[in-house]
């Protein structure tokens, strides 16, 4: 059986940086469930994996730091600001002698995805252009459906949300497996097929966290979690960890949802910034 604990080991460990959807929500009610939108960060075989570069992305920035030289891959899902309003305040990307491999695919509009960090960054909507960061940083462009390999892992991809060109990934290293799968709201049939064939037997599986609407209503076309309670039995996934939690969801809110989803679930439970796990065969 698998097992997720709370320690960190260099072998495959993850840690959630942001934990938001939609916006930033700082102050004294999402304190323990935190404020910062998505930003997730994979240890695997000796590589730094990152996934979506919202604001979350500027607290691992600033940890990050204290550990120069920095080399790391980052995988953007899609462009919306919750996902890249990150990047501009991403310290170590202004720093000579760290290294950023980027990686994400064409939007619907056939903008790359180097088009679209560095178009964020034009005045007058910033001041500071992407041509300042003194990092090197080399852009991808992937191909949903191949495997990306970066030595002993493999990365896979599906697109779970075709209108915003949004990417589901699935971490493979020895015998794990992780699977990034977010912003998935829009196409039910979609979705269930393209998670089913990422989190086949996924030791864990990260997805978007219901609203009060969605949770609640019974009917199948109108609620993604029952369809992605479906898939994710389907998929026969051990483990899951529901994340990009609605802005108006306090930290009340946020503990009664997942008990009410862990009466379905059991296995399932909702990330905290700064969360770290460690995943392992037992």
């Known amino acids: 059986m698998n097992e997720i604990t709370n320690q960190v080991s260099s072998n495959f460990s993850i840690q959630f940086w942001g934990v938001r ?14 404020g910062n939108t998505s930003c997730l960060e994979m240890k695997v075989g000796g590589k730094r994996l990152i996934f979506d570069g919202g604001t979350g992305l500027r607290e691992l920035g600033n940890h990050l730091l204290s550990q120069m030289p920095v080399e790391a891959h980052i995988f953007f899902t899609h462009c919306h600001w919750d996902r890249i309003q990150g990047f501009p305040f991403f310290i170590p990307a202004f720093i000579p002698g760290n290294k950023f491999h980027i990686y994400g695919s064409e939007a619907s509009n056939g903008a790359t995805f180097e088009q679209r960090l560095r178009n964020q960054m034009l005045g007058p909507n910033f001041p500071v252009p992407i041509q300042v960061m003194q990092s090197k940083l080399e852009f991808h462009n992937l191909i949903i459906g191949k495997t990306e390999i970066l030595d002993q892992i493999a990365i896979e991809t599906e697109f779970l949300n075709y209108e915003n060109r949004s990417i589901g990934y699935r971490v493979n290293y020895s015998d794990l497996s992780v699977v990034y ?17 990422l989190a086949q037997q996924a030791d864990l599986l990260i997805i978007d ?6 949770f609640k ?5 109108e609620n993604f979690w029952l369809n992605y309670l479906e898939a994710v039995n389907m998929a026969q996934v051990k483990q899951i960890i529901l994340s990009t939690h609605h802005p108006d969801h306090d930290d009340q809110r946020l503990e009664e949802l997942e008990i009410e989803i862990q009466k379905v679930f059991p296995l399932a439970s909702l990330a905290r910034e700064k969360m770290s796990l460690e995943v392992k065969k037992t």
Do not use: V
């Open 217 to 221: 209503s019974l009917k199948k076309e």
């Open 21 to 34: 959807g939609q916006i930033a929500t700082p102050g004294k009610e999402t304190i323990r469930y935190g």
């Open 209 to 214: 966290t219901p609203d009060n609407q969605e």
């Open 181 to 197: 799968a977010t912003d998935t709201k829009r196409n039910p049939e979609l979705l269930t097929k393209s998670l089913i064939n």
